[in-house]
């Protein structure tokens, strides 16, 4: 949406862009209620330790390197630099605002009810057997996450294309679609590969979810590097700096984005198949 907003005059692009940092600001308080009811739900017993990494592991690391990629553009003497009063503002925002807001989140979500189980599970873990070598998380996330990238991989030529090459993309529309058929490919992998592991008599399944589907990003950052390679001139240890910095950032994104979705959806799924199960 901000994309799409951001395609009029100079000063409206500034405004819709500033919109779009305020609303990942604000937005930390339902990030953090969701965390903090899913942490619950899991048993989860230290909730500060987990409302502080929610509220600055991605944010931090966002954070850290925008200020390290913008210290190499301030040596270059780019007038692309973001000011140094700007960052400033922008870390106070983040510490004043956004921090405590997902605090107050993550309090509100952990002490509400947690997630209902479908059935019953036993207190003392049973033991899991050897699984096959594509079952584990390492090839797993190999062989599910191109399944994802496949989905978007022309889009991402224009992507690249009109970041990178100072081209002009209009295709919104159709960047919709795709965003759906993206989220859609994610929840199936996730799950499939879920149900195949509950099959192998394997129940730590929650983690496996997310990685798979994150497998994805990955490949968006091989896929930069071959654009790299393949269709850019850049020269320069700056440039060359600036531009895997920023491709890094979006894989670990994209790669974020579609690991979230297939934990939601492995989630929904083991919950729907156990409340079929019929105990007597």
């Given at each position: 949406v901000v994309?799409?907003l ?6 409206y692009?500034r405004?819709v862009?500033g919109a779009?940092?305020?609303l ?13 009811r899913l ?7 230290n909730?500060?330790?987990a409302a502080f990494?929610?509220?600055t592991?991605?944010?931090g ?7 390290v990629?913008?210290?190499?553009l ?15 503002m922008?870390?106070?925002?983040w510490v004043?605002?956004s ?6 989140g993550?309090f ?12 019953r599970?036993n207190?003392i873990p ?5 699984q096959?070598w594509y079952?584990r ?10 399944l994802?990238?496949?989905a978007?991989?022309i ?7 009109a970041?990178w090459e100072?081209?002009?993309?209009t ?6 679609l795709?965003?759906v058929?993206?989220v859609?490919?994610?929840?199936e992998i ?10 192998a008599?394997n129940?730590r ?6 990685f798979?589907?994150?497998g994805?990003g ?5 896929y930069?590097?071959?654009f790299?390679c393949d ?6 240890f700056?440039?060359t700096?600036?531009y895997?910095?920023y ?5 670990i994104t994209?790669?974020?984005f579609?690991g ?5 959806a492995?989630?929904t799924?083991?919950r729907y ?8």
């Amino acid at each position: 949406v901000v994309s799409t907003l951001s395609t009029g005059k100079q000063w409206y692009q500034r405004r819709v862009r500033g919109a779009g940092v305020s609303l990942f600001f604000f937005f930390g308080v339902i990030g953090g209620y969701y965390s903090g009811r899913l942490y619950r739900t899991f048993k989860g017993v230290n909730w500060k330790r987990a409302a502080f990494l929610t509220s600055t592991l991605y944010p931090g690391l966002i954070s850290t390197t925008c200020f390290v990629l913008n210290f190499f553009l301030w040596h270059a003497g780019s007038s692309g630099a973001v000011p140094f009063t700007v960052m400033v503002m922008l870390l106070s925002f983040w510490v004043c605002v956004s921090l405590p807001l997902v605090f107050v989140g993550f309090f509100f979500g952990y002490r509400k009810q947690p997630f209902e189980y479908s059935v019953r599970t036993n207190k003392i873990p049973r033991p899991i057997p050897s699984q096959l070598w594509y079952m584990r998380t390492f090839p797993s996330m190999l062989l599910a996450g191109i399944l994802p990238f496949g989905a978007v991989f022309i889009e991402l030529y224009f992507i690249f294309s009109a970041i990178w090459e100072n081209q002009v993309y209009t295709l919104f529309s159709f960047l919709f679609l795709v965003y759906v058929i993206l989220v859609i490919c994610c929840a199936e992998i996730a799950v499939v590969i879920v149900y195949f592991q509950l099959c192998a008599e394997n129940y730590r399944w929650w983690w496996k979810s997310f990685f798979v589907a994150a497998g994805s990003g990955l490949y968006v950052f091989l896929y930069g590097a071959f654009f790299y390679c393949d269709k850019l001139e850049i020269v320069g240890f700056t440039s060359t700096v600036l531009y895997f910095g920023y491709t890094a950032l979006m894989s670990i994104t994209f790669g974020m984005f579609t690991g979230t979705v297939g934990f939601f959806a492995s989630f929904t799924f083991v919950r729907y198949v156990y409340s079929a199960v019929k105990i007597d």
